[in-house]
């Protein structure tokens, strides 16, 4: 650029900086020159021989407003002194003279054609980086999966199937009950974080027990990137002082312990001030109710689902505390549906009938039956109502019979199961666990309690340490026991589990300080941050504690898979908290049979409650689906024979009654509610193909080439790692201050799902993570790439010719959580015009201008604006003309496309929610109201140029 070039007055704007707006030049010396930008009240000084700014220039027809904010059309324009005098008129027709110094410092010069004819030409690398965004953008957000894939999680069908399930719907209200260990968490996490990236969640509320508060944090954390903010008292405190009105108001993801917000007046007070979108309650079956008394915690969770639209209700022991207890937690998810207790009891007994109507389906002779027995039909017709069953009988009369019995059987389940509020798979029908091998330790009772047992209460029995004494763990013989057990596994991880923070507390000093055992404890009475240390020891690989020693609050919630052995050192006396204890280590992730040893006296309490346990409900080696229930039934025998010791006889026939209770009650459950739940948990063939489809939209390959480019013209540091990783650093270079997702020290992140599994200390690196979300967010909604100028061979094309490609993306101002580009057929409209009006989109191809288009330098570009502006203004108005046509037909085709896909979700809820009460009122409203938006804003939507290309053909 010449020096000359520059005179006091003149307009012109920053190519790299186009947010400082419309410059202008102050001095020009000495080869520099300074030009200030009123609007970011800044100013540069620039070498004046490689100043990156254009001068700006509007021509006649065009509309430019002066600092006073008056708007005139341009009539004419004149020269003086090098600067520009722009003649016009406003909307009442006066004529107004703009000085150009005069202009509104405050234009952004957004829309391509502008920033084209203002100079602002992008790299060709840019706009084709920016063109594959549009393409990769859209093909994310209209996958069926689009928000279920960006978790570091094993893709395991039964946990997409829920999240698949649950995830879609408005506002959902679910109990997620799958057995200890299954992954209700990462069941949780999925729905939340696509409920986050679809825009139908903001702001979430996850409340857990103390213990699992950290746990909890780092799983959102590292397998979801959500980033959650504990709120304690201390915390709240703080923010209060430092001037906040309501604490809970300081973030979008809050996490809290739920002593801190029960019977908190205050602190229930200010969240229920605040807008909520989800509410998570972990280990649910903590909101004990009966109909006189309902726990202050139930009581506060209620306020809590009474305002807040969507509700997670997690455990795996639903019914732990009873059936009446269960049965007030579905009534926090739906209090129409589950308005009355008698009703929920008759409604049990019910399913019994379905499921044999399901299982006659699933027969052999199934198909046959269908079609010949006309009583079967009757049934049908009475469950699935005339029309369907009629159809669905006549369809398994055609070829695909198979097809229609399988239809039939989630008409059943859809209709009449408790799938849509409750799911709960079970390790039997997950599979692919290992074993539960029980291993007793009898060991002599103690002398000092044998004679005087008879006068203990219940709880003394069960922990006999408590009676023993300060100096107990001289005498009792499960410590001796411990002692030389743990010095014969040194090198074996193991969790011991008790009932009281003071046992734990006396044995783990004991250990560490008298016998030097590497050991670590876990109880109600540490602080947090100390509980989680404790934990992260006992979980290091390299420096770790050989033994954890846990009260009660261990055995619920906590991770412990690494290790193999837990140590039961009393034995709790319900069946459903043994289950939370062996879950620790018995969960997705254990790699060995999980050994479970138990220390206790012989001819004891703890050896009546052993047997029965292991020969009585078989609770040791499998879950016990029906604990709680065969628990209900023999606690007084049971009770009373720990209290009184064995009755030899009495105890014999509790066992022998408890085995055939236990299978009687297995029986009715396989045949009952329980199989309906499995089977509606999930239906392993959609499972099946879900799992699928995220894998199809991976698409590692393509991502790793995106990301190159991405981090390539971000100037983000990109060094080859491994296979599949690459370590991240930002530089001095990046175009932008940050890029989202990556930390200001660079990070080390991998594009395969299995690594990152393994290597925690990695980034995942797919669709969803908000690296990736983050940088396509930053293209499409800025200018970045939407203009190019190219020269291009192209032999059958005179040299000379000018060739306009512009790409036009449909466009409404819409809520995210409508998902619009769900149900537009393409991501762009593309246009190729010659300099004479012909259309040449289908001849030339995307790829004939990103192959053969070559640089051309800036200032030839800028030059080539200026004269060619006139020419190539027209062949843009031509394309937009040429666009405009098949608007109409895109638009048609959106919502042809949404109007099916709508109806039919609106008509498979309507029609469910007339023989399932499940279905809330509101979703149906809501499914309507959003298919009405949906309508309406796509028949409205209009093509807006989103870049353009301009090419010349040289020879
Ligand atoms: N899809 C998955 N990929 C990787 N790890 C998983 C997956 N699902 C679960 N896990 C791991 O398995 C363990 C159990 O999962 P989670 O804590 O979600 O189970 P849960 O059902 O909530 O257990 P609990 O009943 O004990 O509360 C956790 O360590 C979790 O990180």
Excluded at 103 to 122: E, K, T
Excluded at 287 to 310: F, H, K, Q
Excluded at 385 to 410: H, S
Excluded at 937 to 945: D, E, F, I, R
Aim: proline share 4%; hydrophobic share 40%; glycine share 6%.
């Amino acid at each position: 650029m010449a020096v000359t070039d520059f005179i006091p007055g003149q307009r012109w704007i920053s190519n790299t900086e186009a947010e400082l707006g419309l410059g202008m030049v102050t001095t020009n010396a000495d080869r520099r020159v300074t030009i200030v930008y009123p609007a970011a009240e800044d100013e540069r000084t620039y070498a004046t021989d490689n100043a990156p700014v254009s001068r700006v220039e509007y021509p006649v027809g065009d509309t430019v407003s002066n600092s006073a904010g008056i708007q005139i059309e341009i009539t004419e324009r004149i020269e003086k002194n090098g600067c520009f005098i722009y003649i016009g008129n406003d909307a009442d027709g006066e004529e107004h003279i703009v000085p150009e110094i005069d202009l509104d410092s405050h234009v952004q010069f957004n829309r391509p054609q502008d920033r084209l004819f203002a100079g602002q030409v992008d790299k060709l690398s840019r706009y084709k980086l920016r063109l594959n965004t549009l393409e990769h953008q859209h093909a994310q957000q209209k996958s069926e999966t689009y928000g279920l894939s960006g978790g570091r999680v094993q893709l395991l069908p039964h946990q997409f199937y829920i999240a698949h399930e649950v995830a879609n719907r408005y506002a959902p209200r679910v109990l997620l009950a799958d057995e200890v260990g299954l992954g209700k968490t990462i069941e949780a996490g999925l729905i939340l974080h696509q409920q986050l990236i679809s825009g139908r969640a903001k702001r979430v509320l996850i409340t857990v027990p103390d213990s699992l508060v950290y746990q909890w944090l780092i799983e959102m954390m590292r397998r979801f990137n959500l980033h959650f903010s504990i709120m304690d008292d201390l915390r709240c405190t703080a923010l209060e002082m430092s001037g906040s009105e309501n604490p809970f108001d300081s973030a979008q993801l809050i996490l809290c312990g739920q002593s801190f917000i029960n019977n908190n007046a205050t602190r229930v007070e200010q969240i229920l001030a605040c807008e909520w979108d989800m509410l998570i309650v972990d280990e649910a079956h903590h909101l004990v109710w009966s109909e006189d008394a309902p726990s202050p915690l139930y009581t506060t969770i209620e306020m809590l689902a009474n305002v807040i639209p969507s509700l997670l209700l997690l455990t795996a022991t639903p019914e732990q505390l009873g059936l009446e207890s269960h049965f007030a937690r579905l009534r926090l998810l739906d209090p129409d549906r589950y308005s009355s207790l008698e009703q929920f009891r008759e409604e049990q007994e019910h399913y019994t009938e379905v499921n044999a109507l399901v299982q006659k389906l699933l027969a052999e002779n199934g198909i046959a039956q269908l079609s010949s027995d006309a009583q079967f039909q009757a049934e049908l017709n009475s469950f699935l109502g005339e029309e369907t069953a009629t159809k669905l009988i006549a369809d398994a009369q055609e070829e695909n019979a198979e097809e229609a019995i399988q239809q039939c059987i989630n008409h059943l389940l859809d209709r009449h199961g408790t799938g849509r509020v409750l799911f709960r798979n079970t390790r039997d029908a997950v599979h692919g666990f290992p074993q539960r091998i029980l291993i007793p330790h009898p060991l002599p009772m103690p002398d000092e309690l044998s004679s005087e047992m008879v006068d203990f209460s219940l709880d003394e029995i069960l922990k006999p340490e408590s009676v023993l004494g300060d100096d107990w763990l001289e005498f009792d013989s499960r410590v001796e026991w411990l002692d030389g057990w743990l010095k014969a596994h040194r090198h074996e991880k193991t969790l011991l589990i008790c009932a009281k923070a003071e046992t734990a507390q006396a044995l783990e000093e004991h250990l560490r300080l008298r016998k030097g055992v590497r050991s670590a404890m876990f109880h109600e009475k540490m602080t947090l941050i100390n509980r989680d240390r404790a934990a992260a020891y006992f979980a290091d690989t390299e420096e770790y504690a050989q033994v954890l020693i846990c009260s009660e609050i261990g055995s619920e919630g906590r991770n412990f898979q690494f290790a193999q052995h837990l140590i039961m050192f009393d034995l709790p006396l319900n069946p459903d908290l043994l289950e939370q204890r062996i879950g620790r280590l018995d969960r997705i992730g254990q790699k060995n049979d999980v050994q479970i040893h138990i220390p206790y006296y012989e001819d004891s309490a703890q050896a009546i409650l052993l047997r029965w346990f292991d020969e009585g409900i078989n609770a040791f080696r499998h879950t016990c689906p029906a604990g709680q229930a065969l628990f209900t039934q023999f606690e007084d025998t049971l009770v009373g024979l720990l209290l009184d010791g064995a009755d030899e006889e009495t105890f014999e026939t509790l066992i022998v009654e408890s085995q055939q209770a236990s299978q009687k009650i297995l029986l009715e459950m396989q045949q009952g509610r329980d199989r309906l739940l499995e089977m509606s948990s999930c239906r392993p063939e959609q499972a099946a193909q879900l799992i699928e489809s995220v894998e199809d939209t991976e698409n590692r390959h393509q991502l790793v080439e995106y990301m190159e480019h991405v981090f390539d013209q971000f100037g983000v540091d990109q060094q080859t790692n491994g296979l599949h990783s690459v370590i991240l650093q930002p530089t001095d270079q990046m175009i932008y201050h940050r890029v989202p997702g990556l930390p200001d020290e660079g990070c080390t992140a991998t594009f395969s799902r299995e690594e990152a599994l393994s290597r925690e200390d990695m980034q995942f690196l797919n669709w969803e993570h908000p690296m990736v979300t983050g940088a396509m967010e930053m293209i499409t909604g800025s200018e970045f790439g939407n203009t190019a100028i190219c020269t291009v061979k192209l032999p059958p094309l005179a040299p000379g010719t000018l060739l306009v490609e512009a790409v036009f993306v449909l466009y409404c101002a819409a809520p995210r959580h409508l998902n619009l580009q769900r149900y537009q057929p393409q991501a762009t409209v593309r246009v190729v015009l010659d300099n004479n009006g012909n259309n040449l989109s289908a001849i030339i191809t995307p790829n004939h201008l990103n192959k053969l288009g070559e640089r051309v330098k800036r200032h030839a570009a800028q030059n080539l604006i200026r004269h060619g502006r006139e020419q190539i203004s027209g062949v843009l108005s031509k394309a937009e003309n040429v666009a405009q046509a098949q608007q109409e037909k895109l638009i048609e085709s959106a919502v042809s496309k949404a109007t099916t896909i709508l109806n039919e979700e609106v008509e498979r809820l309507e029609a469910l929610s007339k023989v399932n009460p499940s279905i809330r009122a509101e979703e149906i409203t809501q499914l309507r109201a959003d298919r009405a938006s949906i309508l309406e804003l796509l028949g409205a939507a209009k093509l807006k140029m989103d870049a353009v290309r301009v090419a010349v053909v040289s020879d």
